[in-house]
């Protein structure tokens, strides 16, 4: 616990950026679901388990097997996380004068792109940046945007992020996806598969035909639509750290191999200790088993719909992994330019000690070319951490953002005073106006 004025010169001292406040001054701890998650008592159990063999352990075994069966790629490529997974691949495909479309790209996966000098190109539906629209799959990319894109353009490789987290934590329907793969042709389509479990779940609830498919099943089916695949375990796989690199083309799997060498590790660890593979190999069982992601989607709904009751705009329908706080809606009189949603942010963790993240115009507003605009949304992410929190953790939650809400037209934006080349938002420097 900590007082509201001893949040106030925490905020000084980390120049109103939350990735700067020291986690034992937070209380509930929104801003991430990666790799926040508890492990559970089997998951600790294979982490005794962990086989530290340098090369070709038993713990690599188990994690290969573990992934093969959801997702069963030619090459799997192990990685310490998500963001190096994706700095293999777009080094081997990326490249200026290139073009890779996603639904929506993630922060890191942007960046990744943009630095190899590929242009990274977002083509959700037009409801996706709607937060009041009800569309069941606000994840699903527009096909006939992506149509005219490989016509046009130098495509290397199609991705589609399950589920959005930019738009929303929303899902994409296994119909989108066929309609994607059929689109691509003979361009490589790859899946950022870091919350396919929640995505597989929200297809069988919402999905005409799939009701009764279990959800591996729905996993398997999404996997064979695509050529590969890139993977943060931190998020439903309920590890603490991990990733992967996954795909069919022999040719690309040798390329990223001796990148991976490089950064890394040898090919049977990447960048993970054999106990955190044990850990990961477990987690991705428990992450579709469907009484979890039953109670996993309901909690993220529970949060959601009490807002949605006080009048607090949220991107609806809820998603799997967060629910979103529309800042631009709520803080109308907040230019995107002063940082709506970092104002909220920041009010959130002043007012009752709770920790999210913008997810907008400080994240995704400025350019490669230095220039800098609005994004196309203004959204604070609460991002539930998987098994960790309790619900009367949630409602707290619930009465301090209908606290912050009653005043919302007392806060004020921020201008930024220092910021590094790319992904400011982790390093910005705000201050008030
Ligand atoms: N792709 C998506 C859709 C993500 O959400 C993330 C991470 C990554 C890739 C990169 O994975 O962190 O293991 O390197 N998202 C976290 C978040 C950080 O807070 O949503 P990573």
Redo the contacts with the bound molecule.
């Keep these: 616990m900590t007082t509201r004025q001893e949040r106030v010169e925490e905020l000084e001292r980390a120049a109103h950026n939350l990735f700067n406040v020291p986690g034992p001054r937070v209380l509930i701890d929104l801003?991430?679901?990666?790799?926040t998650g508890a492990m559970s008592s089997e998951q600790w159990a294979g982490l005794q388990r962990g086989d530290e063999s340098y090369a070709g352990s038993a713990s690599w075994e188990r994690f290969r097997e573990s992934v093969r069966e959801l997702f069963p790629f030619e090459h799997l490529i192990p990685t310490h996380?998500?963001?190096?997974a994706?700095k293999i691949l777009f080094s081997a495909l990326g490249g200026s004068g290139k073009t890779i479309p996603n639904n929506t790209h993630?922060?890191?996966?942007r960046a990744n792109v943009e630095f190899t000098g590929a242009e990274a190109l977002d083509l959700p539906i037009p409801e996706a940046l709607v937060p009041s629209s009800r569309h069941p799959f606000k994840g699903n990319m527009d096909v006939e945007a992506l149509r005219r894109v490989l016509a046009e353009l130098d495509v290397p490789v199609v991705f589609v992020?399950l589920t959005n987290?930019s738009g929303g934590g929303q899902p994409v329907s296994m119909q989108n996806l066929r309609a994607v793969r059929e689109a691509c042709g003979d361009v490589p389509l790859f899946i950022?598969a870091?919350?396919f479990a929640e995505n597989a779940w929200f297809v069988k609830l919402r999905e005409d035909g799939y009701a009764d498919v279990p959800v591996p099943d729905i996993v398997r089916e999404m996997a064979s639509l695509a050529d590969g695949m890139?993977m943060?375990?931190?998020?439903d796989p309920l590890g603490n750290i991990g990733?992967w690199l996954a795909m069919n083309d022999d040719a690309l799997a040798e390329q990223s191999r001796n990148l991976l060498i490089l950064t890394e590790g040898f090919p049977t660890y990447g960048g993970m200790a054999g106990r955190d593979m044990e850990a990961v190999a477990q987690g991705l069982r428990e992450a579709i088993d469907e009484d979890y992601l039953r109670y996993r989607v309901r909690s993220t709904e529970y949060l959601g719909e009490a807002l949605d009751r006080a009048g607090i705009p949220v991107v609806l329908p809820v998603g799997g992994h967060a629910v979103y706080i529309d800042a631009r809606a709520l803080l109308p009189h907040i230019p995107p330019l002063e940082y709506p949603g970092q104002a909220l942010a920041v009010a959130l963790y002043r007012e009752g000690g709770i920790r999210s993240?913008e997810i907008g115009t400080v994240m995704f507003g400025r350019h490669p070319d230095g220039s800098e605009e609005p994004a196309a949304m203004d959204l604070v992410r609460l991002?539930i951490p998987r098994r960790t929190y309790t619900q009367s953790h949630v409602d707290y939650v619930i009465e301090v953002c209908e606290h912050v809400a009653s005043h919302a037209a007392e806060l004020r934006g921020l201008r930024i005073v220092e910021e590094p080349p790319a992904l400011r938002h982790f390093t910005a420097r705000f201050e008030p106006l």
């Design positions: 801003l991430t679901d990666s790799g996380q998500g963001r190096a994706e993630f922060d890191t996966t992020t987290n950022d870091c919350r890139t943060s375990a931190k998020k990733g993240s991002a």
